[in-house]
């Protein structure tokens, strides 16, 4: 019997020993399904601060042209409706412009206006003491 118990104490002893070595046992604490989960919301983005510069668009720069011989009568153009891109595009009329010394012609075009409601400035030549002085169209 003696036998018995000291064989039984042996294996206790070898399976506490084989335990221990195995590591340890951690129990997980879940919450209760009744207990309230209370989550933290992510924290807020970093505020940006943006400096926005607003300017008035840069004026246009031009030469002003002036010439003594005033310029011919404008040339007599065909405009073909069918062509026009879009219901939105005005007719741009051709006019003279100078170019290398001389009078060109600059033929007229479809044009899509700039925002709603612009109107169109024709350029001209303005006649001015004892010349001509070129006036470029602009979108008002």
């Not at 020993?17 to 209370?38: D, S």
């Not at 840069?58 to 073909?80: D, H, K, N, Q, T």
Request: hydrophobic share 40%; proline share 14%; glycine share 8%.
């Amino acid at each position: 019997m003696l036998r018995t118990f000291i064989s039984i104490a042996r294996m206790l002893g070898l399976a506490s020993l084989v335990w221990l070595l195995t590591g340890c046992i951690v129990e997980e604490r879940r919450p209760h399904p009744r207990e309230p989960v209370v989550v933290a919301p992510p924290p807020p983005p970093p505020v940006v601060r943006e400096t926005v510069v607003v300017a008035p668009p840069a004026p246009r720069v031009s030469a002003e042209i002036v010439i003594r011989e005033a310029p011919p009568p404008p040339r007599r153009e065909v405009i073909v409706e069918r062509e026009r891109p879009s219901a939105a595009h005005v007719w741009i009329k051709g006019y003279w412009g100078w170019r290398d010394g001389r009078h060109t012609w600059v033929a007229g075009h479809w044009e899509l206006p700039p925002r709603r409601g612009a109107v169109w400035i024709e350029p001209r030549w303005e006649h001015r003491g004892e010349g001509y002085v070129f006036v470029e169209g602009v979108w008002r």
